[in-house]
């Protein structure tokens, strides 16, 4: 809404310049001069050339470029390493040349004059090519070829009137003076807005920095800004936005590796989420965040990666030793290596750079590998790096940063005070024990998700990673060998605790028939006992009966008797 | 616009070029500063083109006249751009690298 309303109020001419636009929201104050001050070499002519080449090609404004140092020729041949045709631009009539030559030593000053010879050729040069842009580069040597100060500067006064006049946006560069901004204190006459370019060297390094010192009459970012100058030209690294409020993703992705995914909660990572992955030297981090690149190139996302302790050639010689072709991906565009030492820029270059080459590839995965190679002073690599992380983040970029600890430990030194900007941190620890080492992944956090607590260890072979359940016992944590020994152990116990059971259920089977053999044998006794009885009483029985029959008979005998 | 002296046979030896800015004060006293020096020190021995700017722009870029006016000094060598309107007669006739005879009362101001 704001920003509406200002560039309502205020019309801007667009300069073209990548971040440019961004900070002053919308560029230049169209029809009014511009001062662009610097010291020497800090890129103030390129500036205004790019304005001025941009304003031709993109926004069909000519404009007039006036310069006071270099001779057309020069300029020209200066501006085509950025790719810029000055010379088929002058042709077309799309930008005129002057160059104005002031050489004192030709130069007898003897009475009044005004400057209205520099006025009528650049009005000339503005009437001949419709010009809507002018440069004055660097107005300022003007003053050491003329010695009347006093007529100069009413006369520049009286030039940046005219410019106003005419509607014409202008850019007068000025070098950077002692205790003021230009050596002629031109700022005070160009008061719409002055834009300050610096190029400082810090630990041997030169990053080149870019600040508004005002715009009147228009909202704009206060910070330095990092730019860059190189093949492509200029661009501004507009840096952190001040919110937090990015569009985040439900959506999930592959690590690429199968079983690591399998330890967060949803089966992978959230798009646009930012993954450490942390560890001592040969740990593999590199080698996870190759699977990571080959996942995504898989799916046909784009993907790059910053690299800067190998070339690109030799991470993805090293990945078909774990099976991976990561060449096929970088042939068929979908990969892009950048490669660069970390000692080749400053930080805020560097990031510049990052900058840049994102809003060209558009990759929806980011590799850093490492992340610690970026040296710095502390404040200044923490502020870079939140800016890094900020950047990926707002474009929803899914991003791995890899990192080097020295140590083994969990010092705060070793995360250069990422981890808490980042959403996944995955620890690799190498674990050393009987004389060997293995490698060891847990899953130190993961927002937003469940993630296993377990620790894993990880084996890479030409078949690809593979994460095993790490022995976790009583005596600890055990990988490696000691984790096959103890596991053959186990199963040995194990073995033998079955055979004990079998041989137990064989006894109790055994002792069981034999107590029913017993109880058989005292059932056939029983029997017999009971026939025996049954014949005892059968002969108890007939004895009876016979002797009852005896005294019948004896009985019947005396009766006859008797 | 239009040119001065040089009637001699023989080129002449200063070929002068004044740049003025339209029909100023400032540009009438120039021309008759410049008219009056060459009187007195360069009878014949000159060529005096004068060229208002206004009239032809593209002259000041391809002489490279930045104030105005100028006069500039083509011959002899070498290049001379006197600046101003000429009031300071010794410094003009410095810049045209003619030195006044000596003791020369001839050239009081007017």
Redo the contacts between chains.
């Keep these: 809404m704001t920003s509406e309303r200002t560039t309502a109020s205020l019309p801007k001419a667009r300069t073209g310049i990548d971040g440019f636009d961004d900070v002053t929201f919308g560029g230049l104050p169209a029809g009014r001069p511009s001062l662009v001050c610097g010291s020497a070499g800090c890129g103030k002519t390129l500036f205004a050339t790019t304005f001025l080449v941009n304003g031709a090609t993109l926004f069909d404004e000519p404009g007039v470029f006036m310069s006071f140092e270099e001779r057309a020729e020069d300029l020209a041949a200066n501006v085509a390493s950025l790719g810029y045709d000055l010379n088929g631009l002058v042709e077309t009539g799309k930008i005129a040349v ?1 160059h ?4 004192r030593s ?13 006025f ?2 650049l ?3 503005v009437d001949t090519i419709k010009a809507k842009r002018v440069v004055l580069d660097t107005i300022e040597t ?1 003053f050491a ?2 010695s009347d100060a006093a007529v100069l500067r009413s006369e520049l006064r009286r030039l940046f009137a005219w410019l106003k006049d005419r509607g014409l946006t202008a850019i007068i560069t000025g070098e950077r003076g002692e205790g003021q901004l230009t050596r002629q204190g031109l700022e005070e006459y160009v008061s719409d807005c002055v834009v300050l370019l610096d190029n400082r060297v810090e630990d041997q390094i030169t990053t080149r920095r870019l600040r508004i010192v005002k715009y009147r009459g228009s909202a704009h970012g206060t910070n330095e800004y990092p730019f860059l100058i190189d093949e492509q030209g200029i661009s501004v690294l507009p840096v952190t936005a001040a919110d937090l409020s990015y569009d985040v993703s439900n959506e999930v992705v592959s690590t690429g590796v199968e079983s690591l995914d399998a330890m967060f909660g949803p089966g992978g990572l959230f798009q646009g989420a930012s993954v450490l992955i942390s560890g001592s030297a040969g740990t593999g981090k590199t080698t996870i965040s190759s699977h990571t690149i080959d996942a995504a190139c898989t799916r046909g996302e784009r993907c790059m990666s910053f690299v800067f302790e190998e070339s690109g050639e030799q991470i993805c010689r090293n990945a078909r030793s774990v099976g991976l072709d990561l060449h096929r991906h970088v042939d068929t565009g979908l990969l892009r290596f950048e490669a660069a030492r970390p000692s080749l820029y400053g930080l805020e270059m560097h990031l510049a750079r990052m900058h840049r080459d994102i809003e060209q590839f558009r990759p929806s995965v980011v590799v850093i590998d490492p992340i610690s190679a970026l040296r710095g002073p502390e404040v200044e690599l923490q502020a870079t790096l939140l800016r890094m992380v900020d950047m990926l983040k707002a474009r929803g970029i899914t991003a791995v940063f890899t990192s080097l600890r020295t140590d083994g430990a969990f010092g705060q030194s070793g995360d250069l005070g990422l981890s808490s900007l980042m959403d996944v941190w995955i620890k690799l620890q190498d674990i050393e024990a009987n004389g060997e080492r293995s490698r060891t992944l847990y899953v130190i956090k993961a927002r937003g998700m469940s993630h296993s607590n377990q620790v894993r260890e990880f084996q890479m072979s030409s078949a690809g990673l593979k994460l095993v359940d790490a022995y976790i016992g009583p005596a600890g944590v055990l990988t490696g060998t000691a984790r096959i020994v103890q596991e053959a152990q186990e199963e040995a116990a194990a073995l033998r605790r079955r055979q004990d059971s079998e041989r137990r259920k064989r006894d109790v089977v055994r002792r069981r028939l034999s107590i029913e053999r017993q109880i058989a044998e005292l059932r056939a006794s029983l029997e017999t006992a009971e026939e025996e009885e049954t014949l005892l009483l059968d002969e108890d029985v007939a004895r009876e009966t016979l002797l009852s029959s005896e005294r019948t008979d004896i009985a019947r005998r005396r009766s006859a008797a008797e | 616009m239009s040119t001065g002296g040089a009637e001699g046979p023989d080129p002449a030896e200063y070929q002068l070029r004044l ?1 003025i ?1 339209g029909t100023s004060p ?1 540009s009438q006293r120039t021309i008759e500063n410049l008219r009056r020096i060459c009187r007195q020190h360069l009878a014949d021995r000159h060529n005096l083109v004068i060229v208002d ?2 009239q032809q ?2 002259l ?2 391809a002489d ?7 006069l500039l000094k083509l011959t002899p060598e ?12 010794a ?2 006739l ?2 045209l690298g003619i030195f006044p005879p000596l003791g020369g009362g001839d050239d009081p101001r007017i």
């Excluded at chain 1, 030709?106 to 520099?118: A, M, Q, S, V, W």
């Design positions: 002057d104005v030559k002031v050489e030709e130069i007898e000053e003897t009475g009044e004059y005004d400057l209205e010879g520099l009528i050729r009005g000339y040069a003007l070829g003329l | 740049f800015a400032r700017i206004y722009p593209e000041a870029e490279q006249v930045v104030a105005a006016p100028t070498p290049l001379r751009r006197i600046i101003g309107d000429l009031s300071d007669e410094r003009v410095r810049g």
